[in-house]
């Protein structure tokens, strides 16, 4: 009996002896090496985001970000734009979404806005994957409606093997179109806005040579649902969407306003890519204050991704009420 106690003694020991010799070890041993973490991924989830309205079904569809010197190209009537950014916590350049907005209607796939494509440098041109990991496909697009021929919002219609929707009907005001698809007009313009008219041709005339370039009268109702309403001074043809549905209202507004921390603070605040500055401070005014009104949903394509909210009235400015995040659509 004492001897098998020996023994089950001398084996505690022995066990207790090979424990402590390994955790010798494994302090001995770099702590990188055995609880290495993770490589940073530093991405973010696939660019889309999903509302209803009535009966169409409304997805966001992120292009990306780009960096907008707003201490340059912001117009403010006081100094008080840096005060404004550092009271959201923002700097100069501004991180800038950029995005497009897919509407469902049941009958007609359409897409408002196509980002930049290739135009404006690799930080851009993630829409046409947006739109794919949001379950489209591009062919599946039936009309492409435009605010205006900027190069972040026509450069998508272009993919590296040619047009990016085989399939689809592009539609634009007749001013943006006459104006931008004019080489008189960019042989007359400053060598700074040249490559704005450069991008607009290239990203349009391969539609318009096909037949399938639509420039529109202000005011059409282009398809059941949705009308185009002139919203000029940002370009010469600058167009709001008005997508309607069972009642709901959602107004596509454009570059109307690029950074919310200054110009919904005050909006008369213009942007150097303002064709028209003055005109442009008085549409934003007028949508803004019809919209908060009548508490309608807006879709901003330069606010911060999904860039959908409403708007509030604050003394002479306004509030931006993002939507809340939803997975129960309805």
């Known amino acids: 009996m004492s001897s098998a106690l020996f023994s089950l003694r001398a084996a505690a020991g022995a066990l207790a002896s090979t424990a402590i010799a390994l ?37 966001a569809l992120s292009d990306g970000t780009v960096d907008l010197p707003a201490d340059t190209l ?29 509407v469902n209607t049941g009958d007609k796939l359409v897409l408002v806005d196509t980002g930049a494509g290739a135009l404006f440098g690799p930080t851009l041109g993630k829409l ?127 570059d109307l306003i690029h950074v919310g921390a200054v110009q919904l603070d005050d909006p008369r605040v213009t942007i150097a890519y303002d064709s028209d500055e003055a005109a442009a401070a008085a549409t934003r005014r007028q949508v803004f204050a019809q919209a908060a009104a009548q508490n309608t949903l807006i879709g901003a394509p330069h606010l911060p991704f999904p860039g959908l909210g409403h708007l509030r009235r604050a003394g002479a400015g306004y509030r931006w009420l993002p939507v809340d995040y939803t997975t129960q659509l309805k």
């Open 23 to 59: 955790a010798a070890l494994g302090a001995a041993v770099t702590p990188s090496a055995t609880r290495a973490a993770a490589p940073m991924v530093k991405t973010q989830a696939p660019g889309f985001y999903r509302v209803m309205l009535g009966a169409f079904e409304v997805t």
């Open 74 to 102: 912001l117009h403010p009537p006081s100094g008080t734009m840096a005060s404004r950014l550092a009271a959201a916590h923002l700097k100069s350049p501004v991180e800038t979404s950029v995005t497009g907005f897919l």
């Open 128 to 254: 046409t994957a947006s739109l794919r990991a949001a379950g489209y496909q591009p062919e599946q697009v039936d009309e492409v409606l435009l605010t205006h021929a900027h190069p972040d919002h026509v450069g998508g219609l272009m993919a590296p093997g040619g047009v990016a929707f085989p399939n689809a009907t592009v539609r634009l005001d007749e001013a943006d179109a006459q104006y931008w698809l004019s080489a008189a007009k960019m042989e007359a313009a400053p060598a700074q806005a040249k490559g704005f008219f450069q991008g607009a041709m290239a990203s349009l005339n391969p539609y318009a040579e096909a037949g399938r370039l639509k420039p529109f009268a202000a005011g059409t109702e282009l398809l059941p649902g949705i009308r185009a309403i002139a919203a000029r001074g940002h370009s010469a043809g600058h167009t709001v969407y008005a997508v309607e549905s069972q009642g709901q209202r959602l107004l596509l507004i454009g």
